[in-house]
């Protein structure tokens, strides 16, 4: 076991770089709780309005701070580098921060997995969906300053910024007006297990919570139907599929 010193001060430049990510973390699931006990006491709308402001203002003072440690020149708020680097590495970069968020899912799943198993695994998995999608839809919706209820033109952007879209292919099929098809057509859990021989990760209850979710937090008005959705049988070119609607 290795010796830590008792003033946090004066341990070693390894223990030093170890203590500030363990701070970081340490800041991320305090963030998380946060978000969690003003949705417990307050409900959703409430909590999403209070994440905006935190958000808004806490991001603008900690990277204000860092960049005075560690010498580097933001704008708007944000590091310069994100703003600086050209095109290609952006776009790579956002695909590896996909691929990141994918890795914390597919790691909180497991930790809960291997521990209690599947079942009280996939329970808290949708459970985290429920309250994950109407986050992520009113983050994109910001982001897009998509009006209160953009319809299904809104949602079809919508899906096309979602943290999955960075690292999944997925297609939309026009049907009629008032209805559309959404299709994942490539997804990378399942591509991950198809190439280790093992079945489809039943993935349908999560589904059914994530994309009714995520559709109605873009426009109260819209329905969503599962099409097809592991354990379902799907054809080869697609895992998933969705139906999204609005009445007249």
Excluded at 28 to 48: I, N, P, S
Excluded at 98 to 119: C, H, I, P, S, Y
Excluded at 161 to 177: A, D, G, H, L, T
Aim: charged share 30%.
């Amino acid at each position: 076991m290795t010796d830590i010193n008792s003033d946090p001060f004066a341990l070693d430049q390894d223990q030093k770089a170890r203590f500030i990510a363990d701070m970081f973390n340490r800041i991320v699931v305090h963030y998380a709780l946060w978000f969690t006990e003003v949705r417990h006491q307050m409900g959703m709308d409430k909590a999403l309005e209070a994440l905006e402001t935190a958000t808004k203002r806490g991001v603008d003072i900690q990277m204000k701070r860092l960049s005075k440690v560690l010498g580097f020149e933001t704008k708007d708020g944000l590091p310069s580098a994100l703003f600086d680097m050209d095109a290609d590495t952006q776009s790579e970069l956002m695909k590896a921060v996909g691929k990141n968020w994918l890795v914390n899912d597919g790691v909180w799943f497991q930790a809960v997995e291997f521990d209690r198993g599947m079942t009280d695994a996939k329970r808290c998995n949708d459970s985290c969906w429920a309250q994950f999608s109407p986050y992520e839809a009113r983050a994109i919706k910001n982001f897009l300053n998509l009006p209160e209820n953009p319809g299904l033109d809104g949602l079809k952007k919508a899906l096309n910024f979602r943290m999955y879209s960075m690292i999944n292919k997925q297609s939309i099929v026009e049907e009629k007006e008032k209805s559309f098809v959404f299709r994942m057509n490539d997804c990378r859990v399942q591509s991950a297990r198809k190439r280790k021989n093992l079945d489809d990760y039943p993935c349908k209850s999560g589904g059914m919570v994530e994309y009714n979710y995520f559709a109605r937090a873009i426009d109260s008005g819209i329905k969503t139907e599962c099409i097809g959705c592991p354990p379902d049988e799907h054809p080869d070119q697609w895992y998933c599929a969705w139906r999204f609607s609005i009445d007249e």
